[in-house]
Structure formats: C-alpha cells, structure tokens
C-alpha cells in the first residue's frame, strides 16, 4: 500500500504569498496525483487532477507539478479564500486502491 | 446543476447495518464511476470504496472489505453503500463524490456531496 506524506503539517502563510504544499509517495507510482481543499463545515474541493491538470473552475494561481514520489501543490498569489486544509490523493492501478494524504492545513499568519 | 445527495445514516449499534444511498443528478450517472470517502470527526480522509459507471467494476479499501458492499442503480441515478458489522471506527462522515471524467477511470472526484453522518455507538 502506497502511503502518502504532506509537508508542512501546518503553513502559516500572509496574503500576496507563495505557498508550496508537498506530497510524496513511499513509492513511485504512474500518474494519477489529484489535490483537493477543504474548508470547516464544507466537502472536499478538487484543486488539481492528473498531477497538473486543473479541475473546472479553479483559479490560474494553482497548480500541480511532479512526478514518481515528490509531488507539490503550489498557490502563487494567496487569496484570503485559499486558506484551508489541502490533501493529496492518489490511485494505484493493482490492486486498485486509493489513498489520501493526511492533510496540510494552510492558515492565515 | 451538478448535484450529489447522500442520505441514509444515522445512530447504529456495533455489529448493525445500515444501507447509505446517494443521488445524482445534472449529468449522465450511469457514463460515470462513483466513489464512497469517509471522514472521522476531525480527522481527514479515507476513500471507502469506488464502482465504475457500467457496475462492473468495484473496489474496496483493506478496512471495509468484507463488510461493506457497494451498488448503483443506473436507472435511478442511486448509487449505494452496504455497510454490516458496524464497528465503532466506522464512525464518519460518509460522502459520495464522481468521476471527474466521463469514462475516465476513476482517477479524481470533481463532485462531492455533503455527507451523511454515520455513528457507531451501543
């Protein structure tokens, strides 16, 4: 079983600011790394799909990058509605599985 | 309108059942596989289970297998969970979410509900 890893736990970030969220994998695995936001209260939100690939809707200021084990989220531009917790997310083709990271929660400094 | 909506839990002894079940509506159910994500209060996310559109196909995680039995009825846009031997971890939030792409595999889930509370408790 594939276990996702996101760093930081926490990210205190100010407006106007670049924030990078991390994700790696405890082993490579082909494609298939989605990034979804979750405010209190509120289900989950796909932010990115196939590592890169924004979900309808979602702002130019993310995206995704990454490749094998290391994969990264980044918010270039932080807007007051960005701060939440972030997940990453992926799916492993045999047995066919999916698993979450355990979250980053990027909050207002 | 995109619309998922779950319903269907509740309070239930250990070692119940419970039968959770989600609408669709706003787009072709059956052309999209559908996924069950479960979350324990204030803690994050477990994928539960995924069928494909067609029912063909269904996936369960190590925790549910077993226990849990996933179903969809095309022709009313349900998708469904059927959970037995309840336990008190199985306590959650569960929501129901689809496909992001029509036919796509199953890779990331672009709609969600807001989740039906289920609650394992003697």
């Known amino acids: 079983e594939i276990v996702l890893t996101q760093s930081p736990g926490t990210l205190s970030l100010s407006p106007g600011e670049r924030a990078t969220l991390s994700c790696r994998a405890s082993?490579?695995?082909?494609?298939?790394l989605a990034w979804y936001q979750q405010k209190p209260g509120q289900a989950p939100r796909l932010v990115i799909h196939?590592?890169?690939n924004r979900a309808t809707g979602i702002p130019a200021r993310f995206s995704g990058s990454g490749s094998g084990t290391d994969f990264t989220l980044t918010i270039s531009g932080l807007e007051p509605e960005d701060f939440a917790v972030y997940y990453c997310?992926?799916?492993?083709?045999?047995?066919?599985?999916?698993?979450f990271g355990q979250g980053t929660r990027l909050e207002i400094k | 309108e995109v619309q998922l909506l779950e319903s269907g839990g509740g309070l239930v002894q250990p070692g119940g059942s419970l039968r959770l079940s989600c609408v669709g509506a706003?787009?072709?159910?059956?052309?999209?596989?559908m996924t069950w994500v479960r979350q324990a209060p204030g803690k994050g996310l477990e994928w539960v289970s995924a069928?494909?559109?067609?029912?063909?196909?269904?996936y369960y995680a190590d925790s549910v297998k077993g226990r849990f039995t996933i179903s969809r009825d095309n022709s009313n846009n349900t998708l469904f969970l059927h959970m037995n031997t309840l336990r008190a971890e199985d306590t959650a939030l569960y929501y129901c979410?689809?496909?992001?792409?029509?036919?796509?595999?199953?890779?990331?889930?672009?709609?969600w509900g807001q989740g039906t509370m289920v609650t394992v408790s003697s």
């Open positions: 997310q992926q799916r492993t083709n045999w047995p066919r599985m999916y698993t």
């Open positions: 706003g787009f072709t159910f059956s052309n999209y596989g």
């Open positions: 196939d590592t890169s």
């Open positions: 979410a689809k496909d992001v792409g029509e036919k796509s595999g199953l890779t990331a889930f672009d709609v």
């Open positions: 082993q490579s695995f082909a494609g298939y």
């Open positions: 069928m494909s559109g067609s029912g063909g196909s269904t």
